[in-house]
Nanobody, 118 residues
Framework: VQLQASGGGLVQVGGSLRLSCAASGRTSNTYLMGWFRQAPGKEREFVGS????????SYSDHVKGRFTISRDYAGNTVFLQMNSLKPWDTAVYLCAAKRYFSADYASWGQGTQVTVSS
């Protein structure tokens, strides 16, 4: 599956952004769609994920209550709604796909930059 993330930009503290991740190719064996982020000089960290079939979600403690992941199953698109943004949310955000019976996220998008200014 190929992934294309979009929607990043510059936003002030407390603002909101909505990221999109469009999937193409074979999505029928996709188990999870995940969002990750990587800030300069830091390791990539898990933001959250959504079960592609059921829509159930999971979030890291850093974003729980502020970020929401949803999907348009028919449109093969996953969204990351980010509210109450904070300066430490600044990072490149990447979407990824994990297949059934796979331990790792095998497909990755190119990332979209989110910058939160104070």
């Amino acid at each position: 599956v190929q992934l294309q993330a979009s929607g990043g930009g510059l936003v002030q503290v407390g603002g909101s952004l909505r990221l999109s991740c469009a999937a193409s190719g074979r999505t029928s064996n996709t188990y999870l769609m995940g969002w990750f982020r990587q800030a300069p000089g830091k390791e990539r960290e898990f933001v959250g994920s959504i079960n592609w079939k059921t829509g159930s979600t999971s979030y890291s403690d850093h974003v729980k209550g502020r970020f929401t992941i949803s999907r348009d199953y028919a449109g093969n698109t996953v969204f990351l709604q980010m509210n109450s943004l904070k300066p430490w949310d600044t990072a490149v955000y990447l979407c990824a796909a994990k297949r059934y019976f796979s331990a790792d996220y095998a497909s990755w998008g190119q990332g979209t930059q989110v910058t939160v200014s104070s």
